[in-house]
DNA sequence: TCTGGGGTCCTAGGACCC
DNA sequence: TCTGGGGTCCTAGGACCC
């Protein structure tokens, strides 16, 4: 989706459009304040002064969207507020509306889940679908069924998107980034010295700022220099795995499948505090936020069916620096009081010597709840069988070949 | 002006087992 | 004198992604 929690936002207030708009910063109560000023007119009708500026932003939040007006000014996704309100203080900055976004997200999926229902979810505003088995899926290369999401959508919900096809997902990533926004480009294997190979080795979807340096370092900016190197020269340096990954990745291969169902493997909450906080002056202050992130992972367990064993935390200092700690029950837990008990466990083998900006609680090992609950039906074996009267053990010493 | 929140995957060492 | 070769699980950190 392009710049989909702006174009959301756009939705709602189309008199900004055109205009740089920030989006980003968490707390909703500049945006309430400015619907509470307006409750008498219609949202369209609110006057573009009214909104809030991003220069007026005091917190630490960053973008998580920019339109692409606001772009030209350098701002983008991650960059902090503070430093995005000196490079375009005249942008309006509106907080990220979960619940919208989440809205927007299950319908546009919804759209394309009835047009081609192979389709792998990568987030609230990313999908990759298999055009493989859909009819006309091959049609101009897949232009066809491509323009077909893509009117639908708009049609449906008012938002545009960007599309890439191509013989892989590696390569159909890429492609999406080619015509932004509310663009198609098909990428065929016989594109990829012409379309693949002069672009960044950044572009690649999994390699990022530290990949990039060290590619650098080596000589390798583009993706072509990546694909004149040998395969065994790239495992020498980054490593088997990493070494035979690059190197497909620079000549276009990727044999990923498109996977339409998963599992999670944790569940988390985290919070950065409006100003760091002192492991002893605050003390109180951490522990209500501690267990307030416990009793949010348990709501968010239950809400989800899921139990877990493995439960963490995170720390970060005042100077960004993060730790985490984690403990394995031998039980599957999901309630507040257990997470908080056992993550207190865990803060325990931190040395506390300086500020938190930072605390998360993490819940792992993650089991469905149906399953566990029909695991915990069957009375387990060491149950039924306590004290043996004869235990039968055919190789009781330790052997040389076993 | 410091840098969100929620995730996944990989690596690497140590414990422990056969 | 110097000590195997699997395997799994746990833990910590870090890169990367949306």
Same mark, same amino acid.
């Given at each position: 989706m392009?710049a989909?929690f ?7 207030y189309?008199?900004?459009k055109g205009?740089p708009?920030?989006?980003g910063?968490?707390?909703r ?5 400015l ?5 008498d007119i ?19 939040g ?8 606001a772009?030209q000014?350098?701002?983008g996704?991650a960059?902090?507020?503070?430093k995005?309100?000196?490079?375009c &203080? ?9 619940a ?7 319908a546009?999926?919804d759209?394309?889940?009835d047009?081609a &229902? ?11 679908i298999?055009?493989t088995?859909?009819?006309?899926g ?14 639908t959508?708009?049609?449906e919900t008012?938002?545009t ?5 191509? &013989?892989?997902k590696?390569?159909?990533?890429m492609a999406s ?7 198609i480009?098909?990428?065929f ?7 693949i ?5 950044r572009?690649i979807?999994g ?6 340096e ?8 583009i ?6 190197k040998?395969l065994?020269?790239l495992i020498?340096?980054f490593?088997?795995k990493?070494g ?5 990745a ?5 044999q ?13 909450r985290?919070t ?11 003390k109180?202050?951490l ?6 992130l ?5 709501d ?7 139990v877990?064993?493995t ?5 970060r200092?005042?100077?960004f ?7 394995t029950?031998?039980?599957y ?5 257990t ?5 207190g466990q865990?803060l325990?083998r ?6 938190l900006?930072?605390?998360g ?12 609950e029909n695991?915990?039906s069957k009375?387990?074996?060491?149950h039924?069988n ?5 235990t039968s053990c055919i190789?009781s010493?330790?052997g040389?070949?076993?």
């Amino acid at each position: 989706m392009d710049a989909f929690f702006a174009s959301v936002e756009l939705l709602r207030y189309p008199q900004l459009k055109g205009l740089p708009v920030v989006i980003g910063g968490g707390k909703r109560s500049e945006d309430n304040a400015l619907l509470q000023a307006h409750a008498d007119i219609p949202l369209k009708r609110i006057p573009i002064a009214d909104f809030p500026r991003l220069a007026d932003y005091t917190g630490r939040g960053v973008i998580t969207t920019a339109t692409y007006a606001a772009r030209q000014s350098g701002v983008g996704s991650a960059m902090g507020l503070m430093k995005a309100a000196k490079l375009c &203080p005249e942008a309006i900055l509106l907080p990220v509306d979960f619940a919208e976004i989440r809205r927007y997200s299950r319908a546009f999926k919804d759209i394309i889940l009835d047009i081609a &229902p192979v389709m792998e979810d990568r987030g609230v505003d990313e999908v990759f679908i298999d055009f493989t088995e859909v009819p006309g899926g091959q049609r101009e290369g897949g232009r066809v069924l491509a323009r077909l999401i893509q009117k639908t959508i708009l049609l449906e919900t008012g938002l545009t998107c960007s599309v890439g096809v191509a &013989p892989n997902k590696l390569l159909a990533k890429m492609a999406s980034e080619f015509n932004k926004p509310n663009g198609i480009a098909i990428v065929f294997d016989a594109d990829l010295q012409s379309k693949i190979w002069p672009l960044a080795c950044r572009k690649i979807n999994g390699i990022g700022p530290k990949a990039d340096e060290k590619l650098q370092r080596l000589g390798i900016k583009i993706i072509g220099e990546l694909a004149q190197k040998e395969l065994d020269w790239l495992i020498d340096h980054f490593g088997q795995k990493t070494g035979a990954w690059l190197f497909d990745a620079a000549h276009g291969q990727d044999q990923r499948p498109v996977v339409t169902e998963s599992e999670p493997v944790s569940i988390s909450r985290e919070t950065t505090f409006e100003r760091d906080l002192h492991p002893v002056k605050d003390k109180a202050e951490l522990g209500a936020i501690f267990t307030r992130l416990a009793e949010q992972v348990a709501d968010d367990l239950r809400r989800k069916g899921y139990v877990g064993k493995t439960i963490g935390i995170k720390l970060r200092f005042d100077d960004f620096k993060s730790v985490t700690r984690d403990q394995t029950q031998d039980s599957y837990v999901s309630d507040a009081k257990t997470i908080r008990q056992v993550a207190g466990q865990c803060l325990k083998r931190v040395p506390l010597t300086q500020r938190l900006r930072l605390l998360g609680v993490r819940v792992a090992s993650l089991q469905r709840l149906s399953e566990h609950e029909n695991n915990a039906s069957k009375v387990p074996l060491e149950h039924i069988n306590k004290a043996p009267e004869a235990t039968s053990c055919i190789a009781s010493e330790p052997g040389l070949f076993d």
